[in-house]
């Protein structure tokens, strides 16, 4: 089969040095996948803290596209292809996105494979992390 | 002076596991700054291989939103919040590419994104640049 695409477009809009607006658009990327999947993935009340959770991006070994946005209620620890959380990459704070990789290709060394994040305290109410994750192009 | 605010829409379409189109449209964030860098860093034409360039981030230490694009025409290699000559490599980045650390409506209680080293892969045949938007710092 060859490869499906997904199309990935950005934009930006803020307030330049001098009050201007400035509208960016940065371009559609049109990243090819055979491996695909999007989902939530639940992190339940009464979750301890320091619980880790790797994102279940299941067969994909090398990601062309990986969207990741937190709606736990809590910031949570993030870190790429790491799973020891030595030394921590960064946090995300709740409500936040990120694009860990929207690329025409896949990467021919260091690909993301592997994404994991560990909640920072006990979880408190029902929240969840959404993914979108495509790659293993042919 | 009240925050201004960088506006970051992304939009998605792709094929679901029946070969139907999915579209998701306009994923929206407003992440407040009081400071930003914004600005491209040449790679020159020549530049060796394995050549270290690092982020400026100019007085920001709280960012917020992150937006860098891989125009050098080929991959690099990306080290986040590695100060030391370490250079632990998160992943690398393909020509082309986008990369969003983060985009958020306030910076992390905890740990920041306070540094990116970027290295290149190969020596760069023609002119290349790498694009950043960096904001934060809000109040």
């Known amino acids: 089969v060859s490869n499906l695409q997904a199309h990935f477009t950005s934009s930006l809009v803020y307030t330049g040095p001098s009050d201007e607006e400035i509208s960016v658009s940065l371009g559609t990327v049109v990243c090819p996948y055979q491996a695909s999947t999007c989902g939530h993935l639940d992190v339940p009340i009464g979750t301890p803290a320091n619980t880790v959770n790797d994102v279940p991006i299941l067969g994909t070994t090398a990601a062309t596209l990986l969207i990741f946005s937190n709606h736990t209620g809590q910031e949570i620890l993030m870190t790429i292809n790491g799973a020891d959380f030595t030394p921590p990459i960064y946090d995300l704070p709740d409500g936040a996105s990120c694009v860990l990789i929207a690329g025409p290709s896949v990467a021919a060394v260091n690909p993301i494979s592997q994404v994991s994040f560990k909640n920072l305290a006990d979880q408190l109410t029902a929240g969840h992390v959404s993914y979108y994750c495509f790659g293993d192009p042919v | ?139």
């Open chain 2, 1 to 139: 002076m009240s925050n201004m605010l960088a506006q970051l829409k992304l939009s998605l379409v792709y094929e679901g596991p029946s070969g139907e189109t999915i579209v998701l449209k306009d994923l929206s964030v407003n992440s407040p700054y009081q400071a930003c860098v914004n600005g491209t860093i040449d790679v020159p034409n020549g530049t060796l291989n394995t050549a270290v360039v690092h982020l400026d981030f100019g007085s920001l230490s709280n960012v917020t939103m992150m937006v860098i694009q891989n125009r050098t025409g080929q991959e690099i290699v990306i080290s986040i919040n590695q100060e030391d000559e370490s250079f632990t490599v998160s992943h690398n980045l393909p020509d082309g590419a986008v990369w969003i650390p983060i985009a958020a409506s306030g910076a992390p209680v905890g740990t920041n994104v306070t540094s990116v080293q970027i290295k290149t892969t190969g020596t760069q045949v023609g002119a290349g640049l790498i694009s950043y938007r960096l904001f934060g710092d809000a109040t």
